[in-house]
Nanobody
Framework: QVQLVESGGGLVQPGGSLTLSCAAS????????MAWYRQAPGKQRVWIAT???????TYANSVKGRFTISRDIAKSTVYLQMNSLKLEDTATYYC????????WGKGTQVTVSS
């Protein structure tokens, strides 16, 4: 059974940066796309970035140019580098094989506040 553990969240000021990590056990990344999602308070979880099995990256318009998804296949870990953070980036962040093929992890909270 695949387990996903997200980490790296925290409190950051607007304009700041954070790097999130998602470690997966019970699967190998190499053959699968992986994605990041986020859920703001009172809202549905939404997709924000995908890295395909071939390494092609796609982003939601809301994060394009600010966030970068990457992966370390050997470590079965996917990352999300977040720059120029905005108040509206405040959310709980999750990773999964799109469109949610694995059981969801607990996520990691990112709070952007001055």
């Amino acid at each position: 059974q695949v387990q996903l553990v997200e980490s790296g969240g925290g409190l950051v000021q607007p304009g700041g940066s954070l790097t999130l990590s998602c470690a997966a056990s019970g699967t190998t990344f190499g053959n699968n796309a992986m994605a990041w999602y986020r859920q703001a308070p009172g809202k549905q979880r939404v997709w924000i970035a995908t890295i395909s099995s071939g390494g092609i990256r796609t982003y939601a318009n809301s994060v394009k140019g600010r966030f970068t998804i990457s992966r370390d296949i050997a470590k079965s870990t996917v990352y999300l580098q977040m720059n120029s953070l905005k108040l509206e980036d405040t959310a709980t962040y999750y990773c999964n094989r799109p469109p949610g093929a694995y059981s969801w992890g607990k996520g990691t909270q990112v709070t952007v506040s001055s």
